[in-house]
């Protein structure tokens, strides 16, 4: 009888314990352990583009930081499963390449080096559950305003502080792909691919935009 009490009291005991350690992630897996944590992701990035289609010439390179932040635990939705991120980006330093200034039907078109800088709000990431280890999938939606010291994308030639030509301000709404590896934990490398477009909304008196763009970006996340 005393065993057999002493057998229910270690059951009543240990059972608990035992379920309750099984359901933390563990140790050797940070995805799982962000996931779970919903802990605050920073870290720099940069970034370079090319233009598609008629925009084929452009060259794009940017630098940046960006933060975030998991909303929600991990919802089913089968292969869909995953946690919904909310993010933000700066980015200080802005580069567009586009050939040099050049005539058209006898019409001077703009070009050359753009410089400027970029802020997205709000970018609605969503990582994808996974059994991996070390890598997190996700794709995201983001939309971003960009000011260039110079009207872009260059157009008519017109003259600095004149009316006419494009707009000093564009946007940016973008989507991609991408993923974390990490290579401990709260550390990862970060790699995504965008399709980007930009236009100024018709800010300026004409608005050629670039319809496309694909740009690949590069980080390192830490997380807290």
Do not use: C
Not at 112 to 141: L, Y
């Amino acid at each position: 009888m005393k065993r057999l009490v002493a057998f229910l009291f270690a059951i009543v005991t240990i059972l608990p314990l035992y379920v309750k350690a099984q359901s933390k992630p563990a140790a050797d897996n940070p995805v799982a352990q962000e996931r779970a944590s919903r802990g605050w992701e920073y870290g720099p990035f940069f970034n370079y583009g090319n233009g598609v289609g008629d925009r084929s010439s452009y060259k794009f390179i940017w630098t940046g930081f960006q933060i975030g932040k998991p909303v929600t635990p991990v919802l089913k939705a089968g292969i869909f499963s995953g946690q919904l991120e909310l993010n933000g980006e700066v980015i200080p330093f802005f580069q567009a390449y586009t050939p040099a200034p050049h005539v058209i039907n006898e019409i001077l078109i703009g070009g050359g080096t753009f410089t400027g800088f970029s802020v997205a709000p709000v970018i609605f990431r969503w990582n994808f559950a996974t059994h991996s280890k070390r890598i997190q999938p996700w794709f995201q939606a983001k939309g971003a305003v960009l000011y260039t010291t110079h009207k872009f994308p260059p157009d008519v030639e017109v003259v600095p502080g004149m009316p006419g030509g494009t707009s000093v301000w564009n946007f940016m709404p973008q989507g991609g792909i991408g993923f974390h590896y990490y290579t401990r934990e709260k550390r990862s490398i970060d790699v995504g691919l965008n399709a980007v477009h930009i236009s100024s909304a018709s800010l300026g008196d004409k608005n050629p935009g670039v319809n496309a763009s694909l740009q690949v970006q590069v980080g390192y996340s830490f997380w807290k």
